[in-house]
């Protein structure tokens, strides 16, 4: 059974910076994409940024709207995966999810992945 729990949300100002880890418990396979959403009130969840290792290499990708001020990194040997948000922006406000997949298709869809943590709250005052 994958278990997915997020932490590291809470309020900050704008400019600032969160650091938000996805704890992961029963990933089996060799190969796996984790991916990070939100989900702003009133509006559909969002990609947002993804991870997805092999034995041979470590891929990441961004949504344009991060590019450049958002990071993902896995930690192996905690099977943690954290999205270093900086240079925050109110527009960034939303329910954060984390995401894992072992499929290989729409990685940027919410349809690609089929397990999802319960999400965190982050809140970028101005």
């Known amino acids: 059974q994958v278990q997915l729990v997020e932490s590291g949300g809470g309020l900050v100002q704008e400019g600032g910076s969160l650091r938000l880890s996805c704890a992961a418990s029963?990933?089996?396979?060799?190969?796996?994409?984790m991916g990070w959403f939100r989900q702003a009130p009133g509006k559909e969840r969002e990609f947002v940024a993804r991870?997805?290792?092999?034995?041979?290499?470590?891929?990441?990708y961004y949504a344009d709207s991060v590019k450049g001020r958002f990071a993902v990194s896995r930690d192996s040997a905690k099977s943690t995966v954290n999205l270093q948000m900086n240079n925050l922006k109110p527009e960034d406000t939303a329910v954060y999810y984390c995401?894992?997949?072992?499929?290989?298709?729409?990685?940027?869809?919410?349809?690609?992945?089929?397990?999802w943590g319960q999400g965190t709250q982050v809140t970028v005052s101005s």
């Open positions: 991870i997805s290792w092999s034995w041979s290499s470590t891929i990441t």
């Open positions: 995401a894992a997949t072992s499929r290989s298709g729409n990685l940027n869809t919410n349809d690609g992945y089929n397990y």
């Open positions: 029963g990933l089996t396979n060799r190969r796996y994409t």
